[in-house]
Structures are given as C-alpha cells and as structure tokens.
C-alpha cells in the first residue's frame, strides 16, 4: 500500500464549516459528518471533489463515530412518543451516515466501509485499506479518520484512564492511498 497523501486537521474555521454544508447540499447532516467533508476538502482543495476514479475505496474510522448524534436520538426517545422522533435525526445517527454522504459527494461507487471501534480503529481501517488494495478490489482508497468533540470525548480521561490521560481532541486525518 502507497500513502498518496495523510493530512489531519484539528482546526476547522467556521466559514469553511458553512461553505461545505451549503455547497454539498449538507443542510441537515451533523457534525460529525460535516468535519469529515470539509477535511476532505481542505486536503484536496483544487480538485475537490471530482478528484478520484469512480472506483475508488471509501472507509472512515471513529472510536466513537457521531455520539452527539446518537446520544440527541437517544434523549429523544426517551422524552417523546414514537411518532415525534425525528427520521433525520435517527439516519444520522448511524455510523455509516457519513461514509454515504461522502461517497455521493465524491461520486464514487467502491467498496465502502464505516469502522467503529473503541481500541484501534485507524489500526483496522488501514488493514482493511491494504487488503482491498492488495486483493485489487480498489486501485484507490481514501480513508478518514474523525473524531467529534462532546461530551463523551472531554470525558475519556476519567472514565478510561489506560487510554487517555486528558480529554480526547477533535480532529480528522485523512489519507489517500494507491497499490
């Protein structure tokens, strides 16, 4: 596997925030799924976002994935009926939401994968990555890796102390790689 490109961002300026969720019709994604695009397209800022073959391979990574997300539709599901929750609220929720997003902005149709995991996620993701370019599933991959800043991530350190000593930081690397 070939490293193309590995840029990571931890400061994401807010007319930027603004610019990606009009012009890529993300009016009502989250956050979460917002960081991810706009780091892709701080990375990639002449080309973005037709600057990859259609086959292309698409993973992004999480410890936590949208928890912001997921803990609103949580809260409400407790604190409304049923038929109150909101769908858009739920479908964003979902961990894969912005693996979705991204593949219909960057208009690619390879194989994509949204991984999720406490331990090492950015770990499996670059497995992942080397064996669909290994087996030559893709000839290209983009891998994201995003962190979304809450209240779960300020609260790791106490609550997980072998893993964080201080509070998690909002970041997305991303990478670009090739066979």
Known sequence: MNIVKAETFTSFPEETLKEVKFKYGLRRADRFTVLATAA????????FPQFLPPE?????????GPHKTVFANLDDILDYPEDQILPTKFSHSVHNAVTSYLGTILRITGPAFAITNFENPIDEAMNLAETLLVTGLCETLLLIAVE?????????????????QKPLQEAVSVFLATT
């Open 40 to 47: 892709v397209k701080m990375a990639f800022s002449e080309q």
């Open 56 to 64: 292309t391979g698409l993973i992004t990574a999480s410890s936590f």
């Open 148 to 164: 979304e800043e809450g209240l779960l991530t300020q609260n790791v350190a106490p609550l997980w102390q072998h893993r964080s």
